[in-house]
Every structure is written in C-alpha cells, then in structure tokens.
C-alpha cells in the first residue's frame, strides 16, 4: 500500500505565499507595467522629433518632459535639459501642451493591478486553506489538539520480505515464528485460553536485521504492516507524539489483524526520571502508548513489534508484563550466520562459481548483516568498476576492507619513514600474537593507507566464534595489543601517536579484567562497574568507593605494564624475524598469514 500524505501545512506557509506575491508584482510586474506605457529616451531622439513634427502633446514637469507621438498612442518621458527656445520649437512644431500625459497612462489599470489583484490572490487564497481545513476538521472530527488534522496513513510495504531474506537470526526466528502461526490461525490459541503477547522487544545492535525481522512477519502472515520510527514521535509541537500515537493506533485496529513497528523505541521510551526539565513532550508520547496497549486485549490481533539498541535504558512500565513483555535477542551473526547472510544477498549479484563464502565469512568477523550487505554489494561496484560482469573472490575480499576500513587513498601520503614505522608496528601485533599462541595471527596485513584514517589493516584470523575466554588469554590479547608500540620503541627507540587505538582497547580490556570479570586477587568476585550499554559501545559506570577506583586505577595500569613488558622481551628475543617481516610487508605493503608463518618458521 501506498504512503498517503496530505498537504496540511501551517500558517505561516500562506502567509509567506502572500507577501511573495505582493514582492513579485511590485518587483517585476508593475516596472514591467508601466515601463511598457512610458518610453525612455534621450534629448536627442526629442530634439530630432521635434524637428519632424512628430509630436503629439506635451507636459514639462518639474524634472521630466513627457509626450506622445501624433498618434498619441506612446508615451515617451525624457529628461529636462536647459533649452531656451523649447517652448518655441514645440510651439512650431504643431504640439499640444498639456498638464495631463503622466497621470493619463492608466490610473484604473495601475491601481487594479497594484492594490485590488493582491487583494484578490489574498482572499482566493484564504477561501482554499479554510476549504481545506475544514475538510480536514470533517476528516479527523474525533481527535483535539495540533496533531489532530495529521492524516499520515502508517502502512507500509513489506516490500515482500519473508523469513528467508533474513539469513542466520534463528532463534529470533523461531521467536516470531509464534507470532506468524497465531495471525494465521487464532483460533488455536483462544481455544486453550492462551493470549498473544501485546509487544516483542526486538533488541540487537544497529543493522542486524531488526526492521527486516519485523516486516518479514508482517509478510509471512500477510497481514497490513504499521510502521513508524520513535524518533518521528518527538516533533516540534508538543502534543504531535501523543496524537500520532494515537492516529497510528487507530488505524492499526481498522485493519486488524496487522503488524505495528515502532523502530527505535528507546527515543521516546525512555526512563522517565526526576531531573530537572525532562521532556514533557516524550512522557506524554510514552503515557500515550502505554495507554493505547493497555487499552486492547490480548487477543484483537494487533501485535506491536518495537526495535531498539539500548534496551537498558528503557522504562520499565514498558517492559512490564502485558506490555513488552517478550524479548527477541538479535545478534550479530556468528560465523555461520554471517556466511548465510552473504549468500542471501549473493542471490542478486552475478558471482563467480568458484567464490568460498565461508573465507569471506571468516574475514568479515564482527560484521553486521548491514555491513555484509555492503560488502558484497561494493563487490559488485568493484566488479563493473574493472569491466567485468562476474564478482570473484578478490573483488570480495577487497570490499571486506573497504568497508570495514575504508577506501584505499590512491595518492600515498605516507613517507618512506612513516611507511617503515607502521610496518614495524603490524607486524609487532602480529609477532606478539604468533609466538604467544603458535597460530597464525593474522589473515592479511596491508600498510596501504585508508580513507578512514587507518595507516594499516590487519584482518584478524577467527577460527570460529569464542565464547569463554581464559585469563591467560585475555593477558596475551593486551600484550598483542602493546606489540605494536613495543615495536617501534625496539627498533626505532622512539614512540608515535599511531598507537591510540590500541592503547585504548587494552585498556579497556585491562579494566574490564578487574572490575567486571573478577580476575584480580584483591578483589575477588566482585563487580565494581555496570554495563550501561551492551549493544552501543558498551559504556560503563562505576560502583564503587573511590578509594576502590583509584586502587583499580593503578592495578589497571600495573595490568597493561606487564603485558607491555612481555611483549617487548618477546620482541626482543625474535629481533630477526621482526626485522625480517617487517622488511617484506614494507616492500610488497601486504603480507598473508601464510607468508607470515612461512617466514617466521623458516630456519634463519
Ligand atoms: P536494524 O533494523 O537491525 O538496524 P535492518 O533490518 O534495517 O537492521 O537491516 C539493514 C539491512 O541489512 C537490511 O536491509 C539487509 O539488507 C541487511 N541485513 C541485516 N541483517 C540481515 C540478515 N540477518 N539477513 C540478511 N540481510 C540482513
Ligand atoms: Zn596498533
């Protein structure tokens, strides 16, 4: 079904319409008018016609001279010039003298069209938007307030998205699978007495499929989809949110059995605190669809599907049960899901028979179904970029980069200097990595600068995902990340900035060590931070005294220090093959795993 909007537009909009009007014809529509009835000339053309007996009548104000040609039918105004004999020649001449030829160009006209025709637009004008309001009014007679004359319709395509487009996502699948069956058959359930849940939380990081999640329920039931974004809520009137609420809800009961989706619902669900100026305009909204779920039963067959990344900053009224009282976790794709998620979207590129999906899958850990749907769709654009009509393997690979990375700066703005410190520096990571776990660390290391900013790229190898990790091999994943800096101090005896980021993500590993994993002595088994926000970064608060914090302080950097320490001997120790590594990913600016544990295990 198609969006319909309607034109309500505020006042305002009118009355600008007006004075543009006005503007215009003043501007451009009254010069144009009365330059087309009086003909500027010089004194020359009036002496010369003068002379001709070409004149009809005249009148000699006090800075112009205005006359007409025989004919009277133009009227020419020239400027006065000392001329003694004018009046004579004139006289001569056959000319009439008047007092009259200005004021004779039309005065009705000028005044019809400077002061009644605006007049006119302004009332024709006024006629339509009272027209038009009225019929709004008639339209939505039910509802009060600014919002009340918003006849947005809040049906929305599903665009034909069915479970299958979804790739991985299983559980949250079968979660709404529920949900399918019951608008397909509600009988089943009334008849043992059981009742939908009014609303799913679908709740997941950004780009995970959430919004597909939701229309492909919709699809598979083939029921009307309602959908509309928590920010779009909160508009510049105080009361819009409420009153769409409110014209959403209604609409979504006309055609019931159907699907509402409220995407980001953390905007207007938030916790509704104490503080000072809240926001009287979210509260409301919030009030208002709490109302509106509590207001139908269990089972008329509007199911609310809500989206968000933050779910712990939610009200609780909305989570309480009878509200959203059922939660759908969506994830990022494991390793399998992510390869599904691939060649779902594979299905609308030409590729080439031989690409290994699962590599590319490896390749892309972490990624997101957004961020694979881009993947393989900057592949395609690569693939027509270089004449060809099939995507292979390597235009795959390169856009894991591009899009995780960023693209490729074509004018190297790296140094030889600079180039040799972040070869040092890869390969440092990757040297610490290796001798700690004798694996190879690394799926490819560049030093091409990126158009994010990234001086090099190194794609991590992932055997599959992890879920538990050691102690020992959280250690060694801070020790990694010093060995780049380990590097440069080793070799170069000198330190750069191009190591914030590590020095943040150890950190950040380090602390997370201490006061949320419990694995420093001194503390045993005790959480001394909260995670605020799971799915966005995953920002903490400290629960604890501040004696405590600075304790954590110094045990964090205590933490750090050792494992720096550890990979400054172990570099130190493998000095050669650093040396080595370093000097062939500075000559051919990538280096593969394979040719990484090739080089490190060859007899020197
Ligand atoms: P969210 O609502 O969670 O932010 P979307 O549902 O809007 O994410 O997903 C954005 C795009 O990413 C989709 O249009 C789709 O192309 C792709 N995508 C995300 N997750 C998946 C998935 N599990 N399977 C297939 N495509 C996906
Ligand atoms: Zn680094």
């Given at each position: 079904?198609?969006?319909?909007?309607?034109?309500?537009?505020?006042?305002?909009?009118?009355?600008?319409?007006?004075?543009?009007?006005l503007?215009?014809?003043?501007l451009?529509?009254?010069?144009?008018?009365?330059?087309?009835?009086?003909?500027?000339?010089?004194?020359?053309?009036?002496?010369?016609m003068?002379?001709?007996?070409?004149?009809?009548?005249?009148?000699?104000?006090?800075?112009?001279?205005?006359?007409?040609?025989?004919?009277?039918?133009?009227?020419?105004?020239?400027?006065?010039?000392?001329?003694?004999?004018?009046?004579?020649?004139?006289?001569?001449?056959?000319?009439?003298?008047?007092?009259?030829?200005?004021?004779?160009?039309?005065p009705?006209?000028?005044?019809?069209?400077s002061?009644?025709?605006?007049?006119?637009?302004?009332?024709?004008?006024?006629?339509?938007?009272?027209?038009?309001?009225?019929?709004?009014?008639?339209?939505?007679?039910?509802?009060?307030?600014?919002?009340?004359?918003?006849?947005?319709?809040?049906?929305?395509?599903?665009a034909?998205?069915?479970?299958?487009?979804?790739?991985?996502?299983?559980e949250?699948?079968?979660?709404?699978?529920?949900?399918?069956?019951?608008?397909?058959?509600?009988?089943?359930?009334?008849?043992?007495?059981?009742?939908?849940?009014?609303?799913?939380?679908?709740v997941?990081?950004p780009?995970?499929?959430?919004?597909?999640?939701?229309?492909?329920?919709?699809?598979e039931?083939?029921?009307?989809?309602?959908?509309?974004?928590?920010?779009?809520?909160?508009?510049?009137?105080?009361?819009?949110?409420?009153?769409?609420?409110?014209?959403?809800?209604?609409?979504?009961?006309?055609?019931?059995?159907c699907?509402?989706?409220?995407?980001?619902?953390?905007a207007?669900?938030?916790?509704?605190?104490?503080?000072?100026?809240?926001?009287?305009?979210?509260?409301?909204?919030?009030?208002?669809?709490?109302t509106?779920?509590?207001?139908?039963?269990?089972?008329?067959?509007?199911?609310?599907?809500?989206?968000t990344?933050?779910?712990?900053?939610?009200?609780?009224?909305?989570?309480?049960?009878?509200?959203?009282?059922?939660?759908?976790?969506?994830?990022?794709?494991?390793?399998?899901?992510?390869?599904?998620?691939?060649?779902?979207?594979?299905?609308?590129?030409?590729?080439?028979?031989?690409?290994?999906?699962h590599?590319?899958?490896?390749?892309?850990?972490?990624?997101?179904?957004?961020?694979l749907a881009?993947?393989?769709?900057?592949?395609?654009?690569?693939?027509?970029?270089?004449?060809?009509?099939?995507?292979?393997?390597?235009?795959?690979?390169?856009?894991?980069?591009?899009?995780?990375?960023?693209?490729?700066?074509?004018?190297?703005?790296?140094?030889?200097?600079?180039?040799?410190?972040?070869?040092?520096?890869?390969?440092?990571?990757?040297?610490?990595?290796?001798?700690?776990t004798?694996?190879?660390?690394?799926?490819?290391?560049?030093?091409?600068?990126?158009?994010?900013?990234?001086?090099?790229?190194?794609?991590?190898?992932?055997?599959?995902?992890?879920?538990?990790?050691?102690?020992?091999?959280?250690?060694?994943?801070?020790?990694?990340?010093?060995?780049?800096?380990?590097?440069?101090?080793?070799?170069?005896?000198?330190?750069?900035t191009?190591?914030?980021?590590?020095?943040?993500?150890?950190?950040?590993?380090?602390?997370?060590?201490?006061?949320?994993?419990?694995?420093?002595e001194?503390?045993?088994?005790?959480?001394?931070?909260?995670?605020?926000?799971?799915?966005?970064?995953?920002?903490?608060?400290?629960?604890?005294?501040?004696?405590?914090?600075?304790?954590?302080?110094?045990?964090?950097?205590?933490?750090?220090?050792?494992?720096h320490?550890?990979?400054?001997?172990?570099?130190?120790?493998?000095?050669?093959?650093?040396?080595?590594?370093?000097?062939?990913?500075?000559?051919?600016e990538?280096?593969?795993?394979?040719?990484?544990?090739?080089?490190?295990?060859?007899?020197?």
């Amino acid at each position: 079904m198609k969006e319909v909007k309607s034109p309500r537009r505020p006042l305002i909009y009118y009355y600008g319409i007006v004075l543009l009007t006005l503007l215009i014809f003043n501007l451009i529509v009254a010069p144009l008018l009365s330059s087309s009835q009086i003909v500027e000339v010089d004194y020359g053309t009036f002496m010369s016609m003068i002379e001709n007996q070409e004149i009809g009548s005249v009148e000699i104000t006090d800075t112009q001279i205005y006359f007409t040609d025989t004919d009277d039918t133009v009227v020419y105004t020239t400027g006065l010039m000392q001329d003694a004999t004018l009046t004579e020649r004139l006289y001569e001449a056959g000319a009439t003298f008047t007092s009259e030829i200005e004021e004779t160009t039309s005065p009705i006209l000028t005044i019809l069209l400077s002061v009644v025709l605006p007049l006119v637009i302004f009332v024709a004008l006024g006629q339509y938007m009272s027209k038009k309001l009225t019929e709004q009014m008639g339209k939505n007679s039910m509802s009060f307030g600014m919002g009340k004359s918003n006849a947005k319709v809040y049906v929305e395509s599903t665009a034909g998205i069915r479970f299958d487009d979804v790739a991985g996502e299983e559980e949250a699948k079968e979660s709404l699978a529920e949900i399918v069956d019951y608008l397909h058959n509600p009988d089943k359930y009334t008849q043992v007495g059981a009742s939908m849940p009014k609303g799913l939380l679908l709740v997941g990081p950004p780009g995970t499929g959430k919004t597909m999640l939701a229309k492909a329920v919709a699809g598979e039931a083939n029921v009307p989809f309602f959908s509309i974004s928590g920010s779009e809520f909160v508009e510049m009137f105080v009361g819009m949110g409420a009153s769409k609420v409110r014209d959403l809800f209604k609409q979504a009961k006309e055609k019931a059995p159907c699907i509402v989706f409220i995407d980001e619902i953390d905007a207007i669900g938030k916790k509704r605190d104490s503080q000072l100026g809240g926001n009287d305009e979210r509260e409301q909204t919030l009030n208002q669809l709490l109302t509106e779920m509590d207001g139908f039963e269990g089972n008329n067959g509007v199911i609310i599907l809500a989206a968000t990344n933050r779910p712990e900053s939610l009200d609780p009224a909305l989570t309480r049960p009878g509200r959203f009282d059922r939660r759908v976790p969506v994830e990022l794709p494991d390793l399998q899901g992510r390869e599904a998620i691939l060649k779902v979207h594979a299905r609308k590129i030409k590729a080439a028979e031989d690409v290994d999906y699962h590599t590319i899958a490896r390749m892309a850990s972490g990624a997101s179904g957004a961020e694979l749907a881009n993947i393989v769709n900057e592949a395609a654009l690569r693939a027509v970029r270089n004449n060809r009509s099939v995507v292979t393997q390597a235009d795959l690979e390169e856009s894991i980069e591009v899009v995780i990375a960023g693209y490729q700066k074509k004018n190297a703005v790296l140094s030889d200097q600079e180039k040799k410190v972040v070869a040092y520096h890869e390969i440092g990571h990757a040297l610490v990595a290796a001798l700690q776990t004798h694996s190879a660390p690394v799926q490819k290391i560049t030093i091409i600068p990126r158009t994010s900013g990234a001086l090099g790229y190194t794609m991590q190898v992932e055997q599959g995902d992890k879920y538990l990790l050691t102690k020992q091999e959280l250690e060694n994943k801070i020790a990694t990340y010093t060995g780049g800096r380990a590097a440069e101090e080793l070799v170069f005896g000198e330190i750069t900035t191009g190591a914030s980021n590590d020095i943040e993500q150890a950190t950040k590993l380090a602390r997370a060590m201490i006061t949320r994993y419990g694995m420093s002595e001194d503390f045993d088994m005790v959480a001394l931070e909260t995670v605020n926000n799971q799915y966005l970064g995953g920002d903490t608060s400290l629960a604890c005294s501040a004696d405590t914090q600075k304790e954590i302080d110094r045990k964090v950097v205590d933490l750090v220090r050792t494992q720096h320490e550890k990979a400054l001997g172990i570099l130190a120790e493998h000095r050669e093959k650093l040396d080595e590594l370093s000097l062939y990913l500075y000559e051919k600016e990538t280096i593969t795993g394979e040719e990484f544990m090739e080089i490190l295990n060859r007899e020197a």
